[in-house]
């Protein structure tokens, strides 16, 4: 009961602004897109990658009406945190759905000890937030490069075990990195977004940044289940398999270094009255 005035004068808000039904068009063709393109994983025939084929089309073409526009190419500002939100998911979601396989099937460890990693990891994401967290002034481009970098550590550690050059308890070393890699700087891309949006944006901006973790981390979890897929069928080694995952996702992580400086935009700074940068010290404070 004491919740309904608010209530009231929300809806009040809402109706008041106008809404492009379109969007809602556009947010169902991302959702087939994203069903068809996780569908390989399961399905790796000429139907299945025709699906796939079609659902990436079509995920692509409602991502591009509902990010915000330059997202695709790093725009400085809120476009590039959302493009680096997806890049940063994407890795780190597609490998970490083969971490507990790759040391049952090519070390037959037990579940519960080729789950441990996960479990590392998070605790590792865990410290690397809270670290972040008690920076006083941090750069926020620094430590997204440095999660990129931390990220792509792991996927190189955990190929060399997957294809066993290293022993599988280097698994329960190397992979925690991928945590602190990911506490370093999928947290600070969101407080940059938070930092460079305004409040008339601040609800689709953040929309907008869930809407590409889930994308492309559907995107790499379905190229990581093809290759298992094949790996299943024969047509390659799992090894292969999976260090081609942890291969690709690493080399997507180098390949974004260079795009971290896209986080630094200069924006109003309604409490000092004056121009700050997004993303380094002295911006906003999240």
Do not use: K
């Not at 008041?16 to 390989?40: E, H, K, Q, S």
């Not at 330059?70 to 493009?83: D, K, L, N, Q």
């Not at 050059?165 to 600070?188: D, K, N, Q, R, Y």
């Amino acid at each position: 009961m004491l919740i309904l005035p608010s209530l009231r004068q929300l809806r009040s808000t809402i109706g008041a602004g106008r809404m492009d039904p379109r969007r809602i068009g556009y947010a169902l063709l991302t959702a087939v897109g994203v069903a068809g393109v996780a569908n390989l994983g399961e399905h790796l025939t000429l139907p299945g990658v025709a699906v796939a084929v079609v659902g990436l089309a079509a995920m692509l073409t409602g991502l591009r009406r509902l990010l915000p526009e330059g997202t695709s190419r790093f725009a400085t500002g809120v476009p590039a945190t959302i493009a680096f939100r997806g890049v940063l998911a994407g890795i780190f979601v597609g490998m970490e759905v083969i971490v507990p396989l790759t040391l049952s099937v090519q070390l037959h460890y037990s579940p519960t000890l080729a789950g441990t990693p996960l479990m590392l990891s998070a605790l590792s994401w865990a410290t690397a937030s809270t670290i972040q967290g008690r920076l006083r002034q941090p750069n926020r481009a620094a430590l997204v490069r440095l999660g990129l970098v931390l990220m792509a550590v792991a996927g190189a550690g955990m190929a060399l075990v997957a294809v066993r050059i290293l022993p599988g308890a280097f698994a329960f070393v190397v992979w925690p990195f991928a945590g602190f890699g990911a506490g370093f700087a999928i947290t600070s891309v969101s407080v940059v977004m938070l930092e460079c949006t305004t409040d008339a944006n601040r609800g689709s901006d953040s929309a907008a940044l869930q809407l590409a973790d889930s994308s492309v981390s559907a995107l790499s979890a379905a190229f990581a289940g093809a290759l298992i897929a094949l790996a299943v069928n024969g047509r390659i080694g799992y090894g292969s398999g999976f260090a081609v995952v942890y291969l690709s996702m690493a080399v997507v992580g180098v390949l974004a270094v260079s795009r971290a400086s896209r986080l630094r935009v200069v924006a109003a700074s309604p409490a000092a009255g004056r121009a700050v940068e997004c993303g380094r010290p002295g911006s906003v404070s999240s």
